[in-house]
């Protein structure tokens, strides 16, 4: 049995994401997951605008996208940090379900390029 | 005329200006400190005084002169003007209702309340307001848009998030005005500086301070006024009003109190130590760094040189690393700083070494440098902080040579016990 390719990252291997919390001075704010640093970065940022986020200026090698909610999705493609930054007027209890939003978005946009992460 | 191009930058000595009135960087971390230091040294009534009062000098040094460059001259433009400006930087968004006999101000979102609430308020009661700094902005605001001398508009902010109210609110009333003192502008700031000296590692911090001070550029308030960045809240701030609320305090308690002098000198020093632990720290372990700069090596001198960056990046001034040896010593000099200028023109020469905050950074700086595990993604937190700090010493500082007292440059030297 062979794995299925997921198209932003470029090649036909299983890829385990996890989300998690980065340490952050304002709480549950920062979120994180890591993807392989040879990822098709142009090509998941051409999927993540298509899921509806918004391009902002890059920051040298780092991708940085706006969601309608006030979020924050930045994509480190020298080492493959992916950061989730949920916004500040946010209630401290929903950060967590603000992030996984965030990281769902991401992860439709690498098996499901082009196509809507459901709500 | 957008407030962005108001900015102005003394390149060679990292030093910024908004309408030509010195601006720079800190985190809300550094800023509730600070407050604190001036509290825990004054007293909560006198400290609020003394911190209204300094942000009220401050913001009209830098509202008259961003009135003059935009040409605002009735009541409603200057009133509006001013709080697009204290959005702009950070500060918050405020709504200003006044006329020339007072009024009132409200706010639900001030970078120290807001930010006191996000830090301390599921842990701590508080009770006294946070936002002396937004006070003296509403004072300075009212004043200079009437065209009302020095301190007619005395405030009171009397409902405070920080305090669990819903939203930060503040009484202007009428007060005795005087003259107002000089501004310290640009002009004044380029009479304090030295021409600039190349450190170790010159190229590389200089290249990558400047990219930060332009990444800093594209920094704003967002539409509630504030800026999360670096996983903190950032503002721009006045360094008047930092200088102000130090030197006033420090002068006081050095008249009133002599043998606390050493106890206030350390928090002071101390705040600098927080600065570089939360706002150096995060800066070094943010996305945007990475994307900059590249991930952290964890090696003491990168750690070093970056940490000297990010001092000019935010607009502290001019620092460079003289020497440095690894777990032995740090000799960190400045040719600029964002406190000589405002000493020598308040107070003329000073009789000792004044530098608290770099004499605090340069401490952490080799705290940073050999105690941190970058590569690890260490977790700044409080528990570490004071792991690192408020335990054995392990470093000390003296600040050999001080601008403020005359000397050419200044001097921080840090060994180890």
Known sequence: MTATPTPALGEAERVSLTLYREVTCIRALAWRCDLPAASDWPALAAALEAAGLVPRAPLGSVFRFGSPTGGEVLLVTATGRVQFRVHYAVPQHARKLAAERLFQLLVYALIRPGRPCPP | ???????????????????????????????????????????????????????????????????????ATTPAERISLASEVFAWMGQGRMSLSATAAGGSARSGSLHYGFAWREKYGSRVKRSEPADAVAAGFAAAATELAFDLPSDAIATVEHKCVAARDAECAFALTPSTGHAAKPAIDEATVRRYVVPPLRGLDEDRISQIAAGLLEFMRGVQGDERGLIAAFSVFVAAHLPGYYNETVYETIHRVERTMADSVPAIEALMREAGQVCVFSTFGNVLLSPEWEGLVGPPTGVPTDVMSFCTAIARGLGFGHWLISEYEPRKRLVLRCTSTYEVAFYRSRYGLATKPRSYFVQGAALAMMTLAESVKWTERPQLTNNFYVELFRGKPRYRVEQTKCMMRGDAISEYIVDAL
């Open chain 2, 1 to 71: 005329m957008a407030i962005e191009d108001l900015r102005g930058l003394f390149a060679e000595q990292s030093l910024t200006f908004l309408a030509e009135i010195p601006y720079v960087y800190h985190c809300h971390h550094y800023n509730l400190f600070h407050d604190q230091t001036i509290d825990d040294a004054l007293g909560e009534e006198e400290g609020t005084r003394v911190r209204t009062a300094a942000a009220h000098n401050a913001f009209r040094e830098l509202l008259a002169a961003v009135f003059a460059k935009a040409g």
